[in-house]
């Protein structure tokens, strides 16, 4: 698709009233779970999480212990489901897929992340290498100074070969919304990357803030639910960065029900990209089975 | 054997904290009788910039929060004022020399002041803001935006209603302001600090510097990142030219020297209006 | 359904309800010299919740005999400072006892309890706050350099919003210097009565408020009462004219705040996730009970089936059932007798050939209950088009270009308020130049702020409540000649 007519398709769709939408996000957020709906929202959080590890100092031994975390989180109770995946740097792929076998997806970054600044051809390796050594999901960037200066082409160029390179790994299209700041440009980054190939479409790196907020993410749901209507091609979210505490998995797991429906409730369509939620949501696990709060002293550091 | 008491020390409020000035330098300050009140903090112009700093980065959120909300915060100032009432009687009766019942009535009208002021945050736009109705399909309106930062002089005398009268039509609009209390009689401004550092006022929004206006002002008044001046308690006609003078450097909004004014008064919105800058829009009407 | 809510009930215990109230008179609970009381129930579960008292012709002489002495003793000659920090007082204790209220206000109205917490009584501590700060500023109103305040005050509320109308008519009374005797209406008379016990703790002069429960005849005989200065009245357009008619000839000032049936207008170029959120608010926000809720839906036919299958969809993840639920979106009709009205008017529309549609919605067997509707295939010459049905009932037109929509949504004896949905800014202010309506949102609906006027154009009243033009109901601002 040339320039001029990407633009036209884009910039044709629905603007976004922030005032409207964060509005919605936030009665949404009023709503209040508990007992049983809670348990099974907990359940779901956890099973829903690429438990992810991002840093410059990253090694085999800290990777190694993320991966136990991820099949086991909870020692003291083996009913506790395990994590959707574990998300690591693509030279790292190879030790994890060691540790945690077929239970759990691999998923890398790609792309040059979290800044998407280097050639397409450095990009692409950086896929190709990962799929080789045992990625089965792909979490690249967009190329965010392009969308910025309007050239949506590249933009959609780069992810469709981003996607031939995965092979059979999937895809993840990281829009990066606190670099495209206004909602206009969130829905319009959402529709161009699945209309390039996307299986999911990813809020942010988690190195910029804001990373996943509330309203963005609804309106990223909308886009979603917009789309399977008009293609009949339902494409995952993954929300990532900034999520916390269970109580925000909770409000995210409201808003996809609520928005799309019960069936993107489940791991293969909704994803949390998060490190430090799993050990709230561990927590609130057991607050619920045992009736009291509980501490960080029994939950483990990975 | 009586109680031996424990005295407090007192310190400058800068970015919602109480710090010595970063000269160490302090000051003595006395009763009506001459007596020993306190060791003051003698503020450098040091403390005048991070008070700047401190004030700067508290006037986006204090200038974005609702009008509603920043009527109940200086609402709330006047709670806590009031809990303290007894404390300021005897603060001001001491510094003053008057007594406690002129005190009381000087430290009730602040009070009262407070609850005045937080009564103008969500009307002040209705009286000064309007639309205007242009010649032409335009829907035209004007609105009163806080200034940003404010460098102010409270009155020599009157130690707490002068203070609060000053303070209080800055901050209620979105301002942040550095204040100089009295020199002679600053107690009841500390007094006041607490108040505020304890009624959800944010941190920045009010910085107050014990000691000379005459060795900061000057600073404060070329200081490019201070939007106004209040030179009300400026009793020297020179120094509050010079001051004058020195704001036209980067073109400042100066309100001049009223150091005796009727404290007691009801106030005009002139002190609100001497700290908003008027915004006005046009947006064409048509299908 | 894998994600279904568990029930999220808010706690009742935090109310006590008294098992009869008397009326506040002067200061105090007192029986009615009449003896008659009624019985309120709670219209999700038909329970009776209390009994409160009818006031009778001396009782109303009373209240008002009362609201007189302390507007001549008391009220009057007190400074607006001082008036001033009682009505701050009463704000705050709003704030205070705000759950307990909610919850109050739920039990007794019917409408869920996220809106009476999160909507309602947010708004009722506001006005008071704002009004408060008033009292002692008239002098800058732009009324005169001294505004006086009329005297006493007779008021009569409705049941939609029984404490935040209570809090638009009170308010500003008080502000002004006026002393107020209110009626709140006969299916809502709860959350008044814990007012009075509010102006109690904030230690308000006796008399200065005045609550007196009762029906019709009870509001009939306030407002006829000779020594009543001041009329206010909210409720139907049929009483409103009946209050005109009576108050004519006499010296007493009016306003009325009436029915509406506003047009939600929605062009091709809105955001249209968020229309349909605004769609949504506006007729199905408190059971569709509200005088300026958007009622007429006017969608430009470009667009309209997209929006009506968005709209359809949406409304089948509406919650209604229990108000006390945090989760329920839609609550009780108020009574059984608001139930017979919307269920005459929803068949009218059917017999005239407009097509009904309603999500699937279980439906609670004790209670007054209507699901959300939609009419489709709706024109301006039926009935659900132009009467007031005040449920949840939206009635959906069509229209083709701008001038088109403004002159369908004028189309109708009321004026209270009108939507326009449409990125485009001058259309906005086009549009919102045309609307003979007193209140137009535009890209959001149903937004109320103590500082925004609310009133109607035509048949939906005169007068305006809020802001600065608020005042002048209470201040006496006519020309000595």
Redesign the interface.
């Given at each position: 698709m040339d320039n001029g007519t990407l633009t036209g398709l884009l910039h044709g769709l629905p603007g976004v009233d922030q005032v409207g939408l964060e509005g919605r996000a936030a009665t949404l957020a009023t709503r209040s779970i508990k007992k049983d709906s809670k348990i099974w929202a907990i359940d779901t959080a956890i099973s829903m999480v690429d438990l992810t590890t991002l840093e410059g100092m990253d090694t085999d031994g800290k990777v190694r212990a993320l991966c136990a975390k991820a099949l086991h989180p909870d020692p003291t109770d083996s009913t506790c489901p395990a994590v959707a995946a574990v998300c690591v740097y693509g030279d790292l792929v190879a030790t994890t897929r060691a540790c945690v076998g077929d239970r759990v997806h691999v998923a890398a970054v790609a792309t040059a992340f979290p800044s998407g600044r280097a050639s397409m051809d450095v990009k692409l390796m950086d896929t190709k290498q990962a799929v080789a050594d045992g990625a089965d999901e792909i979490d690249m960037v967009i190329d965010r100074g392009a969308f910025l200066a309007g050239n949506y082409a590249k933009v959609f160029e780069e992810i469709v070969a981003v996607k031939e390179a995965c092979g059979d790994a999937h895809l993840k299209v990281i829009l990066e919304t606190g670099e495209l700041k206004t909602y206009d440009n969130v829905r319009r980054a959402s529709w161009l990357a699945m209309q390039a190939g996307a299986d999911f479409i990813k809020t942010s790196t988690g190195k910029v803030s804001p990373a996943a907020t509330l309203p963005v993410t609804l309106l990223m749901l909308e886009a979603v639910r917009d789309f399977a209507d008009q293609t009949g091609t339902r494409i995952g979210v993954k929300a990532a960065g900034g999520i916390k505490t269970s109580k925000d998995a909770i409000r995210y797991l409201v808003m996809v029900n609520e928005t799309v429906g019960e069936d993107w409730l489940n791991p293969d369509m909704f994803r949390f990209g998060a490190s430090s939620l799993l050990n709230d949501l561990l927590m609130q696990r057991q607050r619920m089975r045992d009736g009291h709060y509980s501490g960080p002293d029994y939950v483990t550091i990975d | 054997m009586s109680r031996v008491d424990v005295r407090k020390t007192h310190k400058l409020f800068i970015g919602g904290a109480f710090p010595r000035s970063e000269s160490g330098r302090t000051y003595e300050v006395t009763d009506s009788k001459e007596q020993f009140l306190a060791n003051m903090a003698l503020a450098s112009r040091k403390d005048a910039r991070d008070a700047v700093l401190a004030a700067r980065s508290a006037v986006a959120k204090w200038s974005s929060a609702t009008?509603?909300n920043r009527?109940?915060v200086l609402?709330r100032i006047a709670e806590v004022m009031e809990g303290r009432r007894e404390q300021f009687i005897s603060e001001v009766s001491d510094s003053e020399g008057v007594s406690s019942r002129k005190a009381g009535a000087h430290v009730d009208a602040a009070i009262?002041r407070w609850?005045?002021y937080?009564?103008?945050?969500?009307?002040y736009a209705?009286?000064i803001g309007n639309t205007n109705p242009v010649a032409g399909p335009f829907?035209n309106f004007s609105v009163p935006e806080p200034t940003g930062v404010v460098a102010a002089v409270a009155p020599q005398d009157a130690s707490i209603l002068g203070l609060v009268s000053v303070v209080a039509p800055i901050i209620v609009t979105g301002n942040a302001v550095i204040v100089m209390p009295s020199s002679s009689r600053p107690i009841p401004a500390i007094t006041l600090a607490e108040c505020l550092a304890t009624s959800d006022v944010p941190a920045g929004v009010v910085n107050i510097l014990t000691g000379a206006p005459a060795e900061v002002m000057p600073w404060l008044a070329e200081h490019a990142d201070v939007n106004a001046l209040d030179l009300t308690g400026i009793v020297d006609e020179g120094v509050a030219a010079d001051l004058e003078r020195s704001a036209a450097g980067t073109v400042k909004r100066v309100r001049g020297a009223a150091p005796h004014a009727d404290w007691q008064a009801?106030p005009s919105?002139s002190r609100i209006r001497a700290f908003v800058e008027v915004k006005t829009v046009w947006?064409?009407?048509?299908? | 359904m894998p994600f279904d809510y568990a029930p999220a009930p808010e706690s009742r215990s935090i109310v006590d309800i008294e098992s009869n109230y008397g009326l506040f008179i002067g200061g105090s609970f007192s029986e009615p010299t009449s003896g008659g009381f009624f019985k309120t129930i709670n219209p999700a579960t038909e329970e009776v919740l209390s009994e409160v008292a009818e006031a009778g012709q001396a009782d109303v002489d009373a209240a008002v005999a009362a609201a007189r002495r302390a507007y001549d003793k008391t009220w009057s000659k007190m400074s607006g400072?001082d008036r001033?920090?009682y009505i701050?007082r009463i704000a705050?204790l709003i704030q205070e006892r705000s759950r307990e209220l909610a919850v109050l206000e739920t039990l007794d109205n019917g409408k869920p309890i996220r809106e009476s917490r999160d909507v309602d009584l947010p708004l009722v501590a506001?006005h008071f706050?704002?009004h408060?700060?008033?009292?002692?500023?008239l002098e800058?109103?732009?009324y005169g350099p001294d505004p006086k305040s009329l005297g006493v005050a007779a008021q009569v509320i409705p049941w939609n919003f029984p404490l935040l109308m209570l809090a638009w008519k009170v308010a500003p009374a008080l502000a002004c210097g006026n002393t107020v005797v209110l009626k709140p209406a006969e299916t809502t008379p709860l959350t008044a009565l814990a007012f009075a016990d509010i102006c109690k703790q904030a230690g308000l002069p006796p008399g200065v408020v005045n609550i007196i429960t009762g029906a019709g005849e009870t509001g009939r005989m306030l407002v006829e009462h000779p020594d009543v200065d001041k009329v206010a009245f909210t409720g139907s357009t049929e009483v409103g004219k009946a209050i005109q008619r009576a108050v004519a000839g006499t010296k007493k000032k009016l306003t009325l705040e009436l029915g509406g049936k506003a047009a939600n207008i929605v062009f091709d170029d809105a955001p249209i996730d968020q229309a349909i959120e605004g769609i949504v608010n506006g007729i199905y926000f408190n059971q569709g009970h509200v005088c300026c809720a958007g009622s007429r839906l006017l969608l430009q036919e470009s667009v309209a089936d997209e929006a009506l299958a968005s709209l359809k969809r949406r409304l089948t993840t509406l919650r209604l059932g229990d108000p006390l639920d945090k989760n329920t979106d839609i609550g009780a009709i108020n009574s059984s007798m608001q139930l017979s009205k919307i269920e005459e008017l929803t068949a009218s529309g059917e017999a005239e050939g407009a097509e009904r549609w309603s999500p699937t919605c279980p439906i609670p067997d004790k209670g007054f209950w209507f699901p959300p509707t939609v009419f489709t295939n709706v024109t301006q010459a039926h009935r659900i088009a132009r009467e007031e049905i005040f449920g949840p009932v939206l009635s959906v037109l069509t229209f083709r270009t701008?001038?088109e929509a403004v002159a369908k949504a004028n189309n109708t004896p009321f004026g209270l308020s009108a939507g326009i949905w449409t990125e485009k800014?001058?259309?906005i202010?086009?549009?919102a130049?045309q609307m003979r309506a007193g209140i137009v949102w535009a890209n959001t609906f149903n937004r109320f702020d103590?500082?925004s006027p609310f009133g109607g154009f035509k048949e939906s009243g005169f007068g305006r409540e809020g802001?600065?033009q608020g005042l002048g109901a209470y201040l006496n601002v006519e020309d000595p000649s």
């Open positions: - | 009008a509603y009527g109940q609402y009262d609850v005045w937080a009564g103008w945050a969500d009307k209705q009286v829907f009801t919105l947006h064409p009407m048509g299908a | 400072k001033a920090k701050f705050r506001a706050f704002y408060a700060g008033w009292a002692d500023k800058f109103a732009g701008p001038e800014g001058s259309r202010l086009w549009m130049n103590p500082t802001g600065v």
